[in-house]
């Protein structure tokens, strides 16, 4: 009961953090530190990434419409707008698919800490602080997602490549990158979702693999009955709570910037090293 609570809370935490852009590794990371999970270290490292299905799923679940092209209601014109976006998604994830896959393993094992989390934290507050000021008085030319061009999506995919890095956050990166591109904040979070469903999809599916891997190999244990409770409960319950999420987020990014977030993650992340240094 206990490790199922645990998860219940890593959920929590996966909810929120992975839309907002304040980086959900980096929460999950830090947040092991205090609430362990008893778990192997395997099945962790792949935990850490698979709960981000229930995620993906609330994004499929709240833009279903408008990400289906089969859709009866929807005109040709309509379908035709909805395949071209889903290309963008697949030209916009490629960046990141390939530095990923290049360096997965490297980054597990060199920036998967505090102080790399803690330093990301701080250095992406300040960028939103200053992307947000400068971009006060600024018209942007692209207004909702159907605009965005090739060009552009291939730009934020670049921008993706930041997320990588633990604590800078895959949805912070590309919305400060659709900014700075003169992409308007909704249309930028929006498109910053759709490209989550296939980035996400294809890192659990590589962790999963991995994992399986590692078992046959005899590297690892094969997940038992708590730690099978612990994935499906985490799933579950950062599905539901992303739900709320980004809802409030899309209707936040309407009339507020991001400024609020670069404070906390300046905040955040100061705290969190000024702990693991001096206590």
């Known amino acids: 009961m206990i490790e199922i609570l645990k998860a219940i809370l890593f959920g929590i935490v996966e ?3 992975e839309w ?3 980086s959900s590794t980096g929460h999950l990371i830090l947040l092991d530190t205090f609430v362990h999970l008893d778990v192997t270290e395997a099945f962790y490292e792949m935990f850490q990434v698979v709960i981000q299905l229930g995620a993906i799923l609330a994004v499929i679940v709240l833009f279903f419409k408008k990400l289906n092209p089969f859709a009866p209601s929807k005109t ?7 395949w071209s976006l889903w290309l963008k998604v697949v030209v916009a994830v490629i960046p990141s698919a390939v530095v990923g896959l290049a360096l997965d393993d490297w980054m597990d094992a060199h920036l998967y800490n505090y102080i790399v989390v803690s330093i990301m934290l701080i250095v992406y507050g300040v960028a939103f602080l200053f992307v947000e000021k400068w971009n006060a008085s600024r018209q942007f030319r692209i207004r909702n997602v159907y605009e965005i061009d090739y060009r552009t999506a291939l730009l934020m995919g670049a921008f993706q490549c930041l997320s990588l890095i633990p604590g ?17 904040r909704p249309a930028g979070a929006e498109f910053s979702f759709f490209m989550a469903i296939p980035t996400m999809l294809g890192a659990s599916a590589l962790k999963l693999l991995k994992y399986a891997l590692e078992i046959v190999k005899g590297e690892a244990l094969a997940p038992n009955t708590t730690e ?16 709320l999420v980004i809802k409030g987020l899309m209707e936040y990014v309407r009339k507020h910037s991001f400024s609020v977030f670069g404070i906390y993650r300046i905040i955040l992340g100061i705290v969190v090293l000024g702990y693991f240094l001096f206590v």
């Open 15 to 17: 909810g929120i953090t």
């Open 228 to 243: 099978i409770s612990v994935l499906v409960v985490g799933c579950i319950v950062a599905f539901v709570v992303s739900l």
């Open 76 to 82: 040709q014109e309509q379908k035709k707008d909805t």
């Open 20 to 22: 907002l852009p304040v």
């Open 168 to 184: 800078t956050s895959r949805s912070g990166s590309t919305i400060l990158g659709a900014i700075i591109l003169g992409v308007a």
